[in-house]
T-cell receptor, first 113, second 115 residues
Framework: AQSVTQLGSHVSVSEGALVLLRCNYSSSVPPYLFWYVQYPNQGLQLLLK??????LVKGINGFEAEFKKSETSFHLTKPSAHMSDAAEYFC???????????FGTGTRLTIIP | DTEVTQTPKHLVMGMTNKKSLKCEQH?????MYWYKQKAKKPPELMFV???????INESVPSRFSPECPNSSLLNLHLHALQPEDSALYLC??????????????FGPGTRLTVL
């Protein structure tokens, strides 16, 4: 079975501050991990994904995430928050040979001007 | 072009109505998905079609009936829905579906309200 846990359903940061959204995974086999962003009344857009290559993954819009096997974590970071980053962020996991993508409960990111 | 389109954007229906949601992609993807997303919740997988065949049904009630007429098109037929079925219905597609490293591309969704 595979699952992800997102710590913090709401995160608020000031504009220009570091963004850190937490995701821990549970998987009996090597996982593939994804971060998606959802803006209000829109579908989901892939930010980045880890597929067992480099452990530090760079994505779109200045986001990056680091896969840490020892901590079973895949936290999402961005050095400097922008107002346009306000959205819902979902961490997701899948396993090789399994089409199913399992999402975490999401973290709503608010940017304070 | 990485676009998945969904129609209609909004749908209001009564419990006795029959309606359909439509999803289309022209990226040559061979796997297509239906998700249901309730407010402030993550998407929940409903169905997966891989190479036009239903490969996953997540124990969805029979009042939801998926159809994949061809590799570019995915429908979700709705009949005798309940108010609790009101949600955002998201369609997604990916290159193959068998390899889970494939990125799933999502459409904007259909906001369904059942009265």
């Amino acid at each position: 079975a595979q699952s992800v846990t997102q710590l913090g359903s709401h995160v608020s940061v000031s504009e220009g501050a570091l963004v850190l959204l937490r995701c821990n995974y549970s998987s009996s086999v090597p996982p593939y991990l994804f971060w998606y962003v959802q803006y209000p009344n829109q579908g989901l857009q892939l930010l980045l994904k880890y597929t067992s290559a480099a452990t530090l993954v760079k994505g779109i819009n200045g986001f990056e995430a680091e896969f840490k096997k020892s901590e079973t974590s895949f936290h999402l970071t961005k050095p400097s928050a922008h107002m346009s980053d306000a959205a819902e962020y979902f961490c997701a996991v899948s396993n090789f040979g399994n089409e199913k993508l399992t999402f975490g409960t999401g973290t709503r990111l608010t940017i304070i001007p | 072009d990485t676009e998945v389109t969904q129609t209609p954007k909004h749908l209001v229906m009564g419990m006795t109505n029959k309606k359909s949601l439509k999803c289309e992609q022209h990226m040559g993807h061979r796997a297509m998905y239906w998700y249901k997303q309730k407010a402030k919740k993550p998407p929940e997988l409903m169905f997966v079609y891989s190479y036009e065949k239903l490969s996953i049904n997540e124990s969805v009630p029979s009042r939801f009936s998926p159809e994949c007429p061809n590799s570019s098109l995915l429908n979700l037929h709705l009949h005798a829905l309940q108010p609790e079925d009101s949600a955002l219905y998201l369609c997604a597609s990916s290159q193959n579906g068998q390899g889970s490293t494939d990125t799933q591309y999502f459409g904007p969704g259909t906001r369904l309200t059942v009265l």
